[in-house]
């Protein structure tokens, strides 16, 4: 049996987070041509993990909580609305803020989670 991640793991995982460098970078620069207030993003950075919260129901809702928040899906729809509807101001505002902390994440090596626990997640 094989111990440590093997090379193709290894550079899964490192390219999810060059990735997520990419977008985290794309969200504060999207964010700054906005002008967005920088009090807001530092205090809402943190929201999407609220959804930590859904693993007091069990492992299976805990992952689909947490992974239905932290998919790129859901803020990039919240961006699109916001720009077809001409939404408040601040409401892209927020897409980008929750787009910065999925990328934060993946840099920082937080994957999607499966049913079996917290810990196991797509990024090995």
């Given amino acids: 049996m094989r111990r440590g991640k093997g090379r193709w793991e290894a550079a899964s995982g490192c390219c999810c987070g060059l990735e997520g460098g ?4 794309a969200a504060i620069i999207g964010y700054w041509l906005l002008g967005g207030g920088w009090l807001m993003f530092v205090v809402l950075l943190l929201v999407p993990d609220l959804s ?9 809702i805990g992952a689909m ?15 699109l609305v916001a720009w077809a509807l001409h939404a408040p101001a601040w409401v892209p505002l927020i897409a980008l803020i929750w787009a910065a902390h999925i990328g934060m994440d993946r840099v920082l090596g937080f994957g999607l989670k499966y049913p079996a626990g917290f810990k196991p997640t797509h990024l090995g």
């Fill in 52 to 60: 930590i919260g859904g693993y007091l129901a069990g492992n299976r």
């Fill in 22 to 25: 990419a977008e985290l970078a």
């Fill in 65 to 79: 909580t947490y992974n239905t928040v932290h998919t790129y899906l859901a803020p990039a729809a919240l961006g």
